[in-house]
């Protein structure tokens, strides 16, 4: 398994310029012909509306085969707030796509997590 790995941030935060990750994988197994590959891109804005907010977009590929005809795709946006000390809040949206021959899968979904530190 390789995997290379970046990160930057801007040295003001509430900017429109985010902070940024970045990933790439490739993965052999041995005594097998397929080798896997994976990305990502995540983005990050911190105190955008209030103190302590972030908003997020990440979007990759999951590991898969080199030699398959297929190309997943994932994704998620968020928000995150604190409406006190104690709470955080993260409405989040996510999807997942792929196509293997004629068969198509696409999946979207929405979370709600919440937080509370004592």
Do not use: C
């Amino acid at each position: 398994n390789y995997g290379l790995r970046a990160y930057w941030r801007p040295e003001e935060s509430g900017t429109v310029v985010p902070e940024v990750s970045l990933g790439y994988d490739v993965s052999q197994v041995q005594d097998q012909d397929a080798d896997t590959n994976a990305y990502f891109v995540g983005m990050t804005w911190k105190d955008m509306f209030q103190a302590s907010d972030k908003i997020g977009l990440a979007f990759g590929s999951p590991q898969s085969t080199t030699v398959e005809a297929e190309d997943p795709f994932t994704w998620e946006a968020y928000y995150s707030f604190k409406p006190n000390d104690s709470m955080e809040v993260r409405p989040s949206v996510f999807g997942y796509s792929s196509a293997r021959g004629t068969a198509e899968r696409d999946y979207t979904g929405v979370v709600l997590e919440t937080t509370f530190k004592f």
